[in-house]
């Protein structure tokens, strides 16, 4: 399969990330503006963590632009949606463009409200149905399960950002440069292999 | 070569290349990085005091020593460090001297969303105010200058939308020589603010101000870049950034110094455009100043806001946090834009369940919030992971103020002559910040407050800083540690015990008694934080015995994420079982201790099945 892909030559991205603190959302969002900068752009990366930490939600920025003003993105002005929780995905929908991709890992972590049963978690119909209605393009990754496979589940971020590498026209190498950049020396074998394996879910996926 | 930096990084970039010496802090989000990043360059002296003011008294006497020197906090550290502040603002420095407040439009982490530049006009000092990480790094060096220049201190005001976003800065490989030693002063008509002095130094430092005003007019970071006449932009700090994004044609008047403005530059600026608007974040603190100043400000098609009002702000909120698309929406209301002909998102219309941040599994905090939620007694409480108590199903805490509150807070309702027992929670590093006189208040005037110190063993909400009671120093460097108990005893409360965070019977049985007992009490739950790297080699996790589980759900009554109902029904009552989270369960054992039928297995018990199991295999 082919999918569209962005080039970030010819117009800005906008990147919005979210996730459940601890999920490695902000590391994810290191990368890709280290890669917008190696591609020759201005890139800008806001996160807000704190209170976010102690399992709460997560959100970070990325702004690709031959010159970047603000570091925050309107409402509806996002290019990309990278989800690294799927009611995390739903709640921040809104932010992405009409038919904008929706890079979604196939997880659910409970938050507290829902697992001392204060709650309920919405279910995966109500869940597809909802992000249809901001737009058809979106990908479910099975980032949890890959990484789980390759025996650590912190990688996940990772796979992601391969999966997320397929949808962008800049070379490989870029990408695994920048990773190197951020990850331990250590665990740098195991990134790359989350990486490749991202890249591939969506080289030869059929969905969306 | 340029790379990104945060906000906070680049401060601590720029501290360094200004050649600070000498820098003092508490931590505080946002600002917390900062001090983090400026301990690791060579040649610097880098240290956490225990609260705001120390550590700007510390800064200043190191500005006084000759040296450069830096305080950082959060935006309600400055309020601790105010009477600091005021003084070093009269009696000015030998060496340049920056305070840098780091404010939290949106309380993203704070409990109010002050804007820090009033302090700048109250205590007559100037504001400079970044709008990106390039500029915190620029402002930083220029703070230095302009305190040496003006001898004043500077505040330097970042917003957590600055401190924790990155963007390129040019870093450089050297920084200003340290300057040399110099003798200490021996100015008393400067340095020492009585009265007779200070009388003197109140028109010095008037003066200082118009002074400055003079020069806010040549100050580089103060910038106009003129596009169309139709509209022009008065701005400053990361507004700035939304400004150019959102009216790319209009005329900016950028200011890099909020406080004091330069009044010919503004005037000259607003005769040239049409209509003048002002974009700032929070207070209207540039607007109120244009409106004094007599200059017409535009103030939409059909503006609500009565301009009379003391805290009018025509066109943008005054409270929360900016951003493109509350720009747009506010300029298109006031008529400044066309409303937009593309879609405008829906909000998303599900009644989605919160996420809020919990205390973590095998927090030690957990244990005296279930206790002190079953004991039903008022709780007042402070800042820090353990505010988290309040959070459902724990519902532990009745008040939170400001750090260090929560103990006089508890002591006011006892001698009002409240009819019900109160409880104080206060985590170590509070106690330690301002938690120290008030509990001297409390054994003073023998009120009979308990006292619960919560001693996590550091500083947990900001990312685990050292602390005097940890016994180490920001470097990691082995030092003295605070002996809790013998501090209390030494100012007059004998009735103190410390226990283990864990023993969830042992907390019970001690608040139980001195709940009889009509004095004041304080007892210390130790253990550290399941988070600290020494904690982590501990973690085992425990499991649910299902043959003896019946689903009766008090275990799930101490909100514990690694806790939750399984698919598997009792067979009898028909009520989920519980389940335990072995990747999240670090085996803290409390879950296990308040279970009544004792269907969760303790470390020890499931170590056992364990290896049973691998016998049998
Ligand atoms: C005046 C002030 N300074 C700093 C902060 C930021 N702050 C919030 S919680 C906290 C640390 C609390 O540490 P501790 O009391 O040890 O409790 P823990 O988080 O470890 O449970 C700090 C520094 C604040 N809210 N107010
Ligand atoms: S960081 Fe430590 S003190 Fe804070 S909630 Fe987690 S375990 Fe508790």
New interface residues.
């Given amino acids: 399969m082919n999918p569209i892909k962005f080039d970030p030559k010819a117009a800005p991205v906008n990147f919005l990330l979210t996730g459940?603190?601890g999920q490695g959302t902000i590391l994810a969002s290191?990368v890709i503006?280290?890669v917008g900068?190696g591609a020759g752009l201005?890139?800008?990366?806001?996160?807000?963590?704190?209170?976010?930490?102690?399992?709460?939600?997560v959100t970070s920025q990325v702004r690709w632009a031959p010159k970047?003003?603000?570091?925050?993105?309107?409402?509806?002005?996002s290019d990309i949606l990278i989800a690294f929780e799927k009611?995390?995905a739903?709640?921040f929908?809104?932010?992405?463009k009409?038919g904008g991709l929706a890079l979604i890992n196939d997880h659910c972590i409970?938050?507290?409200?829902?697992?001392?049963?204060?709650?309920?978690?919405?279910d995966d119909q109500?869940i597809h149905a909802?992000i249809a209605r901001?737009t058809s393009n979106a990908y479910w990754v099975q980032g949890q399960k890959i990484a789980l496979e390759l025996g650590n589940?912190r990688v996940t971020n990772v796979v992601l950002l391969g999966a997320l590498s397929a949808f962008i026209t800049l070379p490989e190498e870029q990408w695994l440069q920048a990773i190197a950049r951020r990850v331990p020396e250590k665990h740098l074998a195991l990134n790359k292999k989350a990486f490749e394996m991202g890249r591939k879910e969506i080289q030869f996926s059929q969905n969306p | 070569m340029?790379r990104?930096l945060s906000g906070n990084e680049a401060v601590a970039h720029g501290a360094w290349v200004a050649g600070v010496a000498v820098a003092s802090a508490y931590p505080g989000?946002?600002s917390t990085e900062i001090l983090e990043h400026f301990a690791r360059f060579p040649g610097v002296y880098a240290e956490w005091a225990p609260n705001e003011k120390v550590a700007l008294d510390v800064a200043i006497g190191a500005a006084y020593a000759g040296r450069r020197a830096l305080a950082t906090m959060k935006h309600v550290g400055v309020n601790v460090a105010a009477d600091a502040l005021f003084y070093a603002a009269m009696s000015g420095i030998e060496a340049g001297l920056v305070l840098v407040s780091a404010d939290d439009p949106a309380m993203?982490?704070s409990q109010n969303e002050q804007d820090n530049r009033q302090y700048a006009k109250f205590a007559r000092i100037p504001c400079l105010e970044p709008s990106?990480s390039q500029q915190a790094k620029d402002l930083t060096i220029a703070a230095y200058d302009l305190s040496e220049q003006f001898d004043t201190p500077v505040l330097l005001r970042m917003t957590?939308?600055l401190c924790?976003?990155?963007?390129?800065v040019e870093v450089s490989e050297t920084r200003l020589p340290p300057p040399g030693p110099k003798p200490y002063p021996r100015n008393y008509e400067k340095y020492v603010d009585i009265p007779a002095n200070a009388r003197k130094r109140h028109l010095v430092i008037e003066q200082r101000i118009r002074d400055l005003c003079e020069h806010a007019e040549t100050f580089p970071f103060n910038t106009v870049e003129m596009k169309s006449n139709r509209l022009g932009i008065v701005t400053a700090g990361?507004a700035a950034?939304?400004a150019?994004?959102?009216f790319p044609e209009a005329s900016i008047l950028h200011l890099g110094m909020s406080y004091p403005l330069p009044r010919k530059l503004i005037k000259e600026f607003a005769k040239k455009v049409e209509k003048l608007i002002v974009l700032e974040e929070l207070d209207p603190f540039i607007e109120s100043e244009l409106r004094l100043m007599g200059i017409d400000l535009f103030e939409g098609v059909d503006s609500l806001s009565d301009t009379r009002m003391p805290n009018a702000k025509s066109i943008f909120p005054i409270t929360g946090e900016l951003?493109?698309?509350i720009v747009?929406f506010c300029a298109e209301k006031a008529g400044l834009l066309e409303p937009p002909t593309t879609?405008?998102?829906?909000?998303?219309d599900?009644n989605?369940?919160?996420?809020?941040?919990?205390?973590?599994p095998g927090c030690p905090h957990r244990s005296t919030f279930y206790l002190l939620n079953k004991l039903k007694v008022p709780v007042n409480g402070d800042i820090g992971?353990y505010s988290?108590g309040v959070?459902?199903?724990l519902n532990a805490i009745h008040t939170i103020g400001a750090m260090g509150s929560s103990i006089a807070v508890a002591h006011g309702a006892a001698v009002a002559g409240d009819s019900e027992r109160h409880v104080a929670v206060i985590g170590d590093s509070t106690f330690f910040h301002t938690g120290v006189p008030a509990l001297m208040n409390v054994a003073y005037n023998q009120s009979n407050v308990i006292t619960i110190i919560m001693d996590n063993r550091v500083t947990g909400m900001t990312?685990h800083q050292e602390n005097p009671g940890t016994g180490k120093t920001l470097q990691g460097k082995e030092t003295c540690e605070v002996d809790i108990e013998a501090l209390v005893r030494s100012i007059g409360i004998d009735l103190v015990k410390t226990v283990s965070a864990y023993d969830v019977a042992a907390i019970e049985k001690t608040l139980k008694e001195w709940m009889k007992l009509d004095k004041p009490a304080v007892l210390i739950t130790k253990e550290e934080c399941a988070l600290l790297p020494s904690a982590r080699q501990r973690y085992y996790p425990l499991e649910v015995n299902t043959e003896i589980c019946n689903g009766c759900?008090i275990c799930?009554r101490i909100?514990c994420?690694a806790?939750?109902?399984s698919e598997q029904l009792h067979e009898v009552y028909k009520r989920p079982l519980a389940k335990i989270d072995p990747?999240l369960c670090t085996g803290c054992e409390i879950c296990a201790q308040v279970c009544p039928r004792n269907a969760i297995l303790f470390r020890q018990q499931a170590k056992e099945k364990r290896e049973q199991a691998e016998v049998k295999k």
């Fill in positions: 459940v603190g290191n503006a280290e900068i201005d890139a800008k990366q806001a996160e807000v963590h704190g209170m976010s930490q102690r399992g709460g939600s970047v003003f603000s570091p925050l993105i309107a409402k509806g002005d009611l995390e739903v709640r929908i809104d932010y992405i009409p409970a938050p507290i409200t829902v697992s001392a049963g204060n709650a309920e978690y919405p109500t909802t901001y589940p | 340029k990104l989000t946002p993203h982490s990106d957590t939308r924790h976003t990155s963007t390129l990361v950034q939304y150019r994004e959102v951003d493109p698309g747009r879609h405008r998102p829906a909000a998303v599900l989605l369940p919160v996420r809020p941040p919990v205390l973590c992971c988290l959070i459902a199903p990312g759900t799930f909100g994420p806790i939750s109902k990747s």
